[in-house]
């Protein structure tokens, strides 16, 4: 799976996404350090250790380096998204509760880490090792970095 890259100065306001998601009662936030846990065992649950460990790191950083979407009900945990967490300028991973899938979750958290990605003073974002290249392309703009795959996951064991 290829690298993506993003141009961040093209990434323009997104209010109206954040505004439609809250109308179905669901808020993308920027975790505290006392829900570190909460959201590694949501990673754990829904996807795989790698990923939670690689969220883990959002936590070393300040500002925490990940979204979250939640519930406002239910204070539950419906989708997340990282940057910073693998490589410096890396977007990722992110991943939505199965059963709450095509809301617009993935693409309010992907744009939201790329604004955060551009206020912290980036240029560029790359989407690592992307599956779904089409969500990215269409949400984002993101275009395929030729030669990228397996790039630096390479020295994963
Ligand atoms: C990819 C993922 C995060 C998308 O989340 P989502 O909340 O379903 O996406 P959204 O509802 O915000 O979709 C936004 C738009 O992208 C489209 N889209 C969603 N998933 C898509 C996909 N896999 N391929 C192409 N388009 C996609 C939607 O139809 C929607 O289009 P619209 O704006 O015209 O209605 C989710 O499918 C997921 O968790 N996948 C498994 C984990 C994963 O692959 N993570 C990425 C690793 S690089």
């Keep these: ?8 100065y093209n990434i323009s306001d997104n209010s109206s996404v954040y505004k439609e998601l809250e109308e179905k009662g669901i808020k993308i936030i920027r975790p505290m350090t006392p ?6 065992e949501f990673v754990l649950k829904h ?3 790698g990923w939670a460990n690689e969220v883990d790191t959002a936590f070393t ?3 925490v380096s990940c979204f979250v979407a939640v519930d406002m ?37 992907l744009l939201r880490c790329m604004e955060a990605l551009r206020d912290e ?26 030669d990228s795959s397996p790039g630096i996951y390479a020295s994963l064991i």
Excluded: Q, W
């Design 1 to 8: 799976m290829p690298d993506l890259l993003v141009k961040l």
């Design 35 to 40: 829900n570190k846990y909460k959201v590694h």
């Design 47 to 49: 996807f795989h250790e």
């Design 61 to 63: 950083r300040f500002p």
């Design 73 to 109: 009900a239910t204070k539950e945990i419906l989708g997340f998204a990282g940057y910073d967490c693998t490589y410096k300028a890396y977007f990722g991973p992110t991943g939505v509760d199965e059963t709450k899938r095509k809301l617009g979750i993935g693409k309010a958290l």
């Design 121 to 146: 003073g980036y240029a560029y974002a790359i989407i690592g090792s992307a599956g779904p290249v089409h969500f990215y392309e269409k949400c984002c703009g993101a275009t395929v970095i030729e």
